[in-house]
């Protein structure tokens, strides 16, 4: 309802009255279809730490936005764990991934073990 009455012209859905719109987690994901129709200058993703897991809902759908520049915002410290700093990092670049953090992970393993081959 207010997608159509306070966002859109009534004559003209695809043309938003608004410059920019701020949404919460809850309204992105059941409004994601609806926000898929644009072309989206930039994208702020607050609480970026929300997208550490690239198996979520989430992730998927902001994925599918399209989008000329995405941000993330977080004030969490990220764990110790390449696979959240892989796909924290990896949201910003354009999706489809072109790599998966399994992949980073285990060429991380092969590394690690190398330069211990090398120290022996």
């Not at 929300?50 to 000329?68: G, H, I, P, R, Y």
Request: charged share 25%.
């Amino acid at each position: 309802m207010e997608k159509t009455y306070e966002l859109c012209r009534p004559k003209h859905p695809l043309d938003l009255k608004a410059h920019v719109v701020i949404a919460g987690y809850g309204t992105a994901r059941t409004s994601v279809s609806f926000l898929r129709k644009y072309h989206w200058e930039c994208l702020i993703v607050d609480e970026g730490q929300a997208l550490k897991n690239d198996k979520s809902e989430l992730f998927e759908e902001l994925c599918t936005l399209k989008v000329q520049h995405r941000i993330i915002l977080t004030g969490t410290p990220l764990q110790n764990n390449i696979r959240e700093l892989f796909n924290i990092m990896q949201y910003p670049s354009p999706c489809p991934k072109v790599a998966n953090a399994d992949s980073l992970i285990h060429l991380n393993s092969t590394l690690k073990n190398l330069n211990r081959n090398m120290k022996n």
